[in-house]
C-alpha cells in the first residue's frame, strides 16, 4: 500500500520539488537513465516523479540540516 504524503503542506516547495524533479527527467543524464530503468521495471511517469520528488526532498533536507549544524558549532 502507498502513502501518500501530506497535501496541506507547503505549496511553493511543493511546486518546486515538482519543477526540479521535471526538470531532471528531461535534462540530467542520471535521471534519464533511472527513468528509463524504472519505466522498464513496469512504473508509470507518476510514480516515477513521485520518488524523484521524495528523494529530493531528502537530500535537501541533508544540506540544510548539515548547514545548520555547521552554523551551531561555528557560533
Same mark, same amino acid.
Not at 511546486?15 to 530503468?37: F, G, I, K, S
Given at each position: 500500500?502507498? &502513502? ?13 520539488? &515538482? ?43 541533508? &544540506? ?12
Amino acid at each position: 500500500m502507498r &502513502h501518500r504524503i501530506n497535501r496541506g503542506g507547503d505549496r511553493r516547495l511543493n511546486r518546486a520539488l &515538482h519543477m526540479a524533479a521535471v526538470t531532471r527527467m528531461r535534462m540530467a543524464p542520471r535521471t534519464r537513465a533511472y527513468v528509463e530503468r524504472r519505466t522498464a521495471e513496469g512504473r508509470t511517469l507518476r510514480e516515477i516523479r513521485r520518488c524523484l520528488k521524495r528523494y529530493l526532498a531528502r537530500e535537501i533536507y541533508r &544540506h540544510l540540516n548539515a548547514a545548520a549544524q555547521a552554523e551551531l558549532v561555528t557560533t
